[in-house]
């Protein structure tokens, strides 16, 4: 273990930097499993952080082991990079169920009676924390949750667009939207249409 005190690191680049390493907001069983080789690249980093605080300290101890800390947390950001991808079945298995979620409640009362989804819904729902998820579908898909989540959005969308004959209007307010200007400038930002024009689109 390998316990720092924050005054350690005060008025220091890291100090400013080490919110990056999203990692810190995992939850407990989200661990990082380390392979044999990784696990003596973050002892060797130990070992030598822990020779250079019992060594004769001098104006250089505490730049070279702040150095030393940020090499530990970035290997660390690498080592999950790889856990994301390697850990197939299990990650695999939180999308198809992240899927499965927005598809139900997409198609459910719970749109219109509770908004959009948050991004602390679906990690809850899915038993991982909002970092976790986010790190995981940013590896796996190149998007985050709230993407994700708007991407659902806009596919419902387009579906009532083309298929029903509400009005703009009254879509916004099925799909969660206390104010259909709101969604009007989503649907544009995501399809450079507006919800009318792809509409007319199929006319």
């Known amino acids: 273990m390998l316990l720092i005190h924050p005054d350690f690191l005060w008025n220091t680049p890291l100090a400013k930097g080490i919110?990056?390493?999203?990692?810190?907001?995992?939850?407990?069983?989200?661990?990082?499993?380390?392979?044999?080789?990784?696990e003596a690249t973050s002892t060797n980093i130990i070992q030598s952080i822990q020779q250079e605080?019992?060594?004769?300290?001098d104006r250089f101890s505490q730049d070279i082991i702040i150095a030393q800390i940020e090499l530990l947390l970035t290997y660390s950001e690498r080592f999950y990079q790889r856990q994301f991808i390697t850990r197939k079945i299990t990650n695999h298995a939180i999308?198809?169920?992240?899927?499965?979620?927005?598809?139900?409640?997409?198609?459910?009362?719970d749109l219109v009676e509770k908004g959009l989804p948050t991004v602390q819904f679906i990690a809850e729902a899915l038993s991982v924390s909002p970092n976790y998820l986010s790190g995981l579908l940013k590896v796996l898909t190149g998007q985050?949750?709230?993407?994700r989540i708007h991407d659902k959005l806009i596919e419902k969308a387009k579906e009532k667009l083309s298929t029903t004959?509400?009005?703009?209007?009254?879509?916004?307010?099925?799909?969660?939207?206390?104010?259909?200007?709101?969604f009007s400038k989503l649907f544009k930002t995501k399809t450079n249409l507006s919800p009318s024009a792809f509409r007319n689109s199929f006319n």
């Open 53 to 57: 605080y019992h060594a004769n300290i």
């Open 165 to 182: 004959d509400l009005s703009v209007t009254e879509i916004a307010y099925e799909l969660g939207f206390r104010h259909p200007q709101s």
């Open 19 to 38: 919110k990056r390493y999203e990692y810190f907001d995992y939850s407990v069983n989200e661990a990082l499993f380390l392979s044999e080789k990784e």
């Open 144 to 147: 985050s949750t709230q993407q």
């Open 95 to 109: 999308l198809d169920r992240l899927e499965d979620l927005l598809t139900n409640y997409f198609n459910s009362d």
